[in-house]
């Protein structure tokens, strides 16, 4: 039976995979190999390590597959609380994001290539190459803080939709929508100033929590059945 408790934990199930996998391609891969300014070390780690970069790539598309069905299902979960509200929270979660984890994939796939110093690039000398490559890579950084208003701005439908439905806890729609702003705020300083973006994500990052409390609670708790 495709009970409501049912709809929560396949929603919680798919929140979570999509976070780990994303996790695993947007964190934890690039910080072993990418070396902050200094676009050499970072080349010969990414030339020395080219199958765990490649396993970068992957999971970085896999966790974009994924995120694609997040909120679908959250749609299927709660669009009953409000219809438009599922729909905007489906078009910002979902068709506003996915797509940058694609485009994203190519300023990686170009940094692999300089990296590996194709024949056609043998224009370029080595130390050409690796400043080339670390440039992808930039982009590749400010495309996902650019793409960090909408990881923002999707938590407003969300968390205004776990609020209104009577079968989630409203503290967590609460921390949902704060969630949204602060990571607006960590967007918007990353675009106009970058130098203080890790610190701004350092004062902001406890309140983005509201999106592991709700991902687990779905997994774990599901959603309340009320007796009628």
């Known amino acids: 039976m495709d ?8 929603a919680g199930a798919l929140y979570v995979s999509a976070s780990l996998i ?5 964190l934890i891969i690039p910080s072993m190999l990418i070396v902050k300014g200094n676009a050499t070390a970072t080349a010969n780690n990414i ?3 080219e199958s765990l970069f490649r396993w970068k790539i992957v999971c970085y598309l896999l966790g974009g597959v994924l995120w694609l069905f997040v909120p679908l299902a959250l749609y299927r979960l709660l669009s009953g609380v409000n219809k438009t509200l599922a729909v905007l929270m489906v078009i910002l979660g979902s068709l506003m994001q996915t797509p940058l984890f694609v485009i994203n994939t190519v300023t990686d796939a170009a940094a692999l290539q300089l990296v590996r110093g194709a024949d056609f690039l043998s224009v370029f000398d080595k130390p050409q190459r690796d400043a080339l490559a670390m440039l992808c ?3 590749h950084a400010q495309i996902e803080v650019a793409g960090l208003i909408f990881a923002g701005l999707w938590l407003f439908p969300f968390g205004v939709l776990v609020y ?3 079968f989630l806890p409203r503290l967590l ?29 350092s004062i902001a990052q406890p309140f983005t929590f509201g999106e592991f ?7 774990i ?5 009320e007796n009628k």
Not at 3 to 10: F, G, H, P, V
Not at 22 to 26: A, M
């Open 22 to 26: 994303g996790i695993i391609g947007l």
């Open 221 to 225: 708790r599901g959603a309340k059945v």
């Open 47 to 49: 030339a020395a390590h």
């Open 137 to 139: 890579l930039r982009l």
């Open 173 to 201: 729609g609460i921390w949902l929508v704060v969630a949204c702003f602060a990571w607006l705020g960590i967007a918007f300083t990353g675009l106009l100033q970058p130098e203080f973006q890790s610190k701004a994500f």
């Open 164 to 166: 209104k439905s009577r």
């Open 213 to 219: 409390a709700i991902m687990f609670w779905l997994l």
């Open 3 to 10: 009970s409501i408790k049912t709809r929560a934990r396949i």
